[in-house]
C-alpha cells in the first residue's frame, strides 16, 4: 500500500485522515482518496517522495509545495488544486525522505472523462464549457505569474459543476 513511502508519514497522516483507495501513482510517489476524521471532508493525499540524491527531483518536490501554498493562500483563486495541509514526519537520525500534501478532492480528472466517454463522444457545448473553463485556468496562473508547463489531461480535474482545477506543479515556473 505504502509504494517504498516512509511508514512513519503514512502512519501519521493516518492519524487525522482516513486514507481510502490508491487513485493514482507516477514517479514522484502516489496519492491517496481520503476523509479528514474529523469533518469528514474528502480530500487526495498526494505522498511525494523527496530524494535527496536527485537536485532535480528535490527541486520539484519544494517547487510544489510552494506554489500550491501560494496560489490556496489567493482568496479568489477557484482554478487550481486547494493546499489543506502539509505533512512531514522528522526523523532525530535521518532527513526527511518523503512528505504529503493535502488538497480537496476532485471528481475526476479530463483524463478518466476521455476515457470513461470514448465511445460516447461529447456535445458541442461540452467541450465549450471544458475549453473555456481550461482557459480561464490557465490564464489565472499566468496573471499569477505561474507557468504551469506540464497541462496534460491527467493534470486537469474537474468538480461536479465541470469547473476545471489544475494541478501537479512540480514543472511550473
Known amino acids: 500500500m505504502m509504494h517504498s513511502l516512509d511508514p512513519n508519514l503514512f502512519l501519521q497522516a493516518k492519524k487525522t485522515y482516513k486514507i481510502l483507495d490508491l487513485i493514482g501513482e507516477g514517479s514522484y510517489g502516489s496519492v491517496y482518496q481520503g476523509k479528514h476524521r474529523a469533518s469528514g471532508k474528502a480530500v487526495a493525499l498526494k505522498f511525494v517522495k523527496f530524494d535527496y540524491s536527485c537536485y532535480y527531483a528535490c527541486k520539484l518536490a519544494l517547487r510544489e509545495m510552494s506554489l500550491l501554498r501560494q496560489l490556496s493562500s489567493m482568496k479568489d483563486n477557484i482554478f487550481t488544486a486547494n493546499l489543506l495541509d502539509i505533512i512531514v514526519t522528522e526523523h532525530e537520525d535521518k532527513p526527511i525522505s518523503c512528505f504529503c500534501l493535502v488538497m480537496d478532492l476532485e471528481c475526476l480528472s479530463v ?22 473553463n481550461l482557459l480561464c485556468s490557465v490564464n489565472f496562473l499566468h496573471t499569477a505569474g505561474i507557468m504551469h508547463r506540464d497541462i496534460k489531461p491527467g493534470n486537469i480535474l474537474l468538480d461536479a459543476k465541470c469547473a476545471i482545477k489544475i494541478c501537479d506543479f512540480g514543472q511550473a515556473r
Open 111 to 132: 483524463d478518466q472523462l476521455l476515457k470513461n466517454n470514448a465511445e460516447d463522444g461529447f456535445s458541442s457545448k461540452h467541450i465549450k464549457v471544458l475549453v473555456y
